[in-house]
């Protein structure tokens, strides 16, 4: 069993945005560590799908990998398009991906459902800066 957390790095330290993954005994000093290139990376909504095999998150697009991964090798699943992402999460039933995009948190926030190879089923629009998802099981 892991715990993954996205760091979102430190310049003052020299560490770069990160995916971690640490091992049952929650251990900074056993973590695997997959670091990005460069400081460009903001890292957000780590999300898990249904069957507990792969990882997503939001990096100006939704980026998968699968968790067993020991280098960084992410594969974008979904363009940002610009979108001003404020949650995302992936439905453990279906692993469909939602996406909030609060546009200029005033409008109301535009929804977007994909399905879990990033292809658009629906968008609608919801309440002011809509910042969490639920799902019934």
């Known amino acids: 069993v892991y715990i993954w957390v996205a760091d979102a ?8 945005p990160a995916l971690v993954r640490l091992d049952d005994n929650l251990s900074i000093s056993t973590a695997m560590r997959l670091s990005f290139s460069n400081y460009s990376h903001q890292l957000c909504c780590l999300n898990i799908n249904g069957a507990g095999d792969r990882l997503f ?3 100006n697009g939704v980026f998968t990998m699968s968790v067993s991964s020991n280098t960084l090798q992410p594969a974008m699943l979904i363009n ?3 979108k001003n992402v404020y949650v995302m999460a992936v439905d453990a039933n279906n692993d ?4 909030s995009d609060d546009l200029d948190f005033i409008q109301s926030s535009r929804i977007y459902r994909y ?8 968008s609608f629009t919801a309440g002011i800066i809509t910042g969490y998802f639920t799902f019934d099981e």
């Open 57 to 59: 998150y939001y990096d």
């Open 9 to 16: 790095g430190d310049s003052a330290a020299s560490k770069f």
């Open 115 to 122: 399905d879990n190879s990033g292809l658009l089923i629906q």
């Open 96 to 99: 469909d991906i939602y996406l």
């Open 80 to 82: 940002g398009d610009n």
